[in-house]
Structures are given as C-alpha cells and as structure tokens.
C-alpha cells in the first residue's frame, strides 16, 4: 500500500514538473532530489529514470559504477529501455550478480563488462580509456560499500573502505573524463547523510562528503540521495 501510494505521488510531481517547466529546466545539468521510505530503492531508481529518460543518448556511450550491483544494473535496465545503444558497467569484483540476464537484456545495446575501482585513479583512467565504445557522454556513479558498525567499533579501516568509492572514486571519474563531452552526471548518494543512521557513522559522512563535492561542481551533475 505505501508502495502504490509514494509511486502515485511521485507519478503527480513528476508530470507537474514536466508541464510546468518543461523540457528546458531539465536540461539544467545541477539539482538535488531525495527519495526515502521503504520503497527506497526501487523509489529512487524511478525518480532518476523519469529524468534519465530525456538523456539516455543514442550516440553516445554510458559509464555506471557500481554497475554490476542491484541498483547500477536496475539503472542501467532502465537506460537501455529508454533507447541507450551503449553501456560499459563496471564494478570492483568485475561480476555480475545474474550475467545471464544482464547479456539476455541488452538487446540492441551494446554492454561491457569489466572490473574497475574507481577509488584508485589509475584504474579510473584505465576504464575511460579501455572502453571500445564511442565516447562517454553520461555517467552514473552508483559504487558504493557498507562496514556498518556501532562508533565505538568503528575503525580507521571501516571508514576508508566505505569512502574510498564515494569520496575518491567521484574525483578521480571526474578528472579521467575531463576530456570527454560529458554532458550528463549522476551521483548516488543516501539519504542517510542528512538524517543520519545507526552503526553507519561511516556511511554517513562518505554520503556527506559526496554531497559537498556534487555541490562544489554544481552545474556539471545531478545528485540522487
């Protein structure tokens, strides 16, 4: 029931924006949405689709981190569904959770599977420039790694790995595609880094952290809590 009822919700906002400001104001390439509730997920990936819809390039190739997760693939399904030829999923273990699928999907578009972590900056240069797609014209940066933990058994460790994709890997894909016209970029951040949550003290600081970097480069990317 709450499902139907944040989808209904959503459905309403997202036509009165579109008839009201029209095609031109989600051509802005900078903005703030957040999505929370059970439906979290699946809520969120919906939200972003309804925009991505107007940016799923035909021509162009499409970067996702994190690709081969729930979230990166349910993003990149919804891309290819809305007419994009080119998809290049990566990820730090470089498999897939069901590849099968994931080929049997496709369809038209062409998709690559690699490993990649992004939080290293010679690997980030490595996919940029490894990808025999045409060039990268949107990216959706969905990496991301949970060490949840009560503070008192938090560590130096736990916080590194949970922000190396979020506070180094955004960075470093920004700077390996300086060169290319990417003229669509969407970070995935939670919702946690502004209500905060329970043994995710880490998490909650790399979300943070992500939002402070989306805002410092605004207008070169749409942030999705």
Not at 57 to 71: A, I, K, Y
């Amino acid at each position: 029931m709450l499902d139907c009822i944040l989808f209904d919700a959503l459905d309403v906002v997202l036509r009165c924006l579109c008839d009201n400001l029209g095609r031109a104001w989600w051509d802005v390439d900078g903005g703030v949405f957040g999505a929370a509730g059970e439906a979290g997920a699946q809520l969120t990936g919906c939200v972003c689709a309804a925009l991505l819809s107007i940016f799923a390039h035909v021509d162009g190739s499409w970067l996702v981190t994190g690709g081969l997760g729930m979230l990166g693939l349910m993003m990149a399904g919804w891309l290819r569904e809305y007419g994009a030829a080119h998809e290049w999923l990566v990820s730090r273990s470089g498999r897939a959770r069901d590849a099968t699928s994931t080929a049997a999907s496709a369809g038209r578009c062409m998709v690559q599977l690699a490993r990649c972590d992004v939080s290293q900056a010679s690997e980030a240069r490595w996919v940029v420039c490894a990808s025999t797609h045409p060039p990268t014209t949107g990216v959706l940066h969905a990496g991301g790694v949970l060490r949840d933990a009560m503070l008192l058994n938090q560590s130096a460790s736990r916080t590194m790995a949970v922000h190396a994709p979020k506070v180094c890997g955004a960075p470093h894909l920004r700077a390996s595609l300086a060169a290319h016209s990417v003229d669509t970029s969407v970070l995935f951040s939670s919702i946690a880094s502004l209500l905060g949550n329970g043994g995710q003290a880490n998490y909650v600081s790399a979300n943070a952290a992500l939002d402070s970097f989306a805002h410092q480069i605004h207008g070169a990317a749409w942030l999705v809590n």
